[in-house]
């Protein structure tokens, strides 16, 4: 088993190395919140300000012909972007952020007059017999919940939620992710008790980026090991790959990280620590 897990580590390194496409979310936007107008997700702080839903800024509403509810509250919508600026000093271009906010709407709940715009797309997958079989054979698993949108674990609940099967184009990823969020919850206290989950950290920063790293690396291991790590490495590479950049690009945290990967894997597999040595 050893031998699978340094095997998928060199090979997200090498992905790394040659560059990777930007990290995408696997699952449909069913459930995401998305901007009315154009069904896109909102990205970055925003998926933490916003519950599931189609939001829209009153002038958006107004334009469509539909009215805000007398007493509804706006959500804060965070927007930033690099932007080219001349230099007055030096007359040279430079690359500045950009940071704007909205006040933005939910159209179903907050407002009269206008209609959803949201396709639903499903997809009919059969389960990954391996996969399942990893799932099930996690002998101390937190609670599982499957609703559109979201996935996460939430330590204090001993919880994880993710968006079910159906939300999948392909179904490896849905796996991925579930391993993901498992792993993640090997770092309970009551379970391998990591710095990343057990201390309270803020989003970004160095334990944080850190314990992403570990969760996603060991989600490819496991993928390996169901068989199914063809489908899902590039991606995983490159969620890595976002992460390593606020780390510096450091490469050598992808060994580290791979180290407590593995004992996440090994926990979830039902692996004796004690049968390495």
Same mark, same amino acid.
């Given at each position: ?24 979310? !696997? ?13 896109? !997700? ?11 839903? /189609? ?17 509804? +509250? ?52 059969? !389960?990954?017999? /391996?996969?399942?079989?990893? +799932? ?75 314990? /992403? ?65």
């Amino acid at each position: 088993m050893a031998k699978v897990y340094e095997m998928v580590t060199t090979k997200i390194i090498q992905i790394l190395e040659r560059g990777v496409i930007p990290w995408r979310r !696997p699952w449909t936007t069913r459930g995401a919140a998305v901007n009315w107008v154009t069904q896109k !997700p909102y990205r970055g702080i925003s998926t933490m300000l916003l519950e599931p839903g /189609e939001y829209a800024t009153f002038n958006q509403i107004k334009e469509a012909g539909g009215t805000v509810k007398k007493g509804a +509250k706006s959500h804060l919508v965070v927007f930033w972007k690099w932007i080219e600026v001349q230099n007055e000093e030096t007359e040279e271009k430079e690359k500045v952020p950009f940071l704007r906010y909205y006040n933005v709407f939910e159209i179903n709940t907050q407002c009269e007059g206008l209609k959803s715009k949201r396709k639903v797309e499903l997809f009919e997958h059969d !389960p990954i017999a /391996e996969a399942e079989k990893i +799932k099930e054979g996690y002998r101390d698993s937190p609670k599982m919940f499957f609703k559109p949108g979201q996935a996460y674990y939430v330590p204090s609940l001993d919880r994880i939620q993710i968006p079910p099967l159906e939300d999948y184009k392909n179904p490896a990823e849905y796996y991925s992710t579930m391993f993901h969020e498992m792993v993640h919850s090997t770092g309970h206290y009551s379970r391998l008790n990591r710095p990343g989950i057990e201390k309270a950290v803020a989003f970004g920063n160095e334990t944080y980026s850190k314990e /992403e790293l570990v969760a996603e690396i060991g989600a490819a291991m496991l993928c390996s090991v169901a068989g199914i790590d063809n489908s899902t490495i590039e991606n995983s590479a490159a969620y890595i790959g976002s992460w390593l950049r606020k780390l510096k690009d450091d490469k050598k945290l992808i060994v580290q990280a791979a180290a407590q990967a593995q004992k996440a894997a090994d926990y979830i597999l039902g692996i004796d620590f004690s049968d390495l040595e």
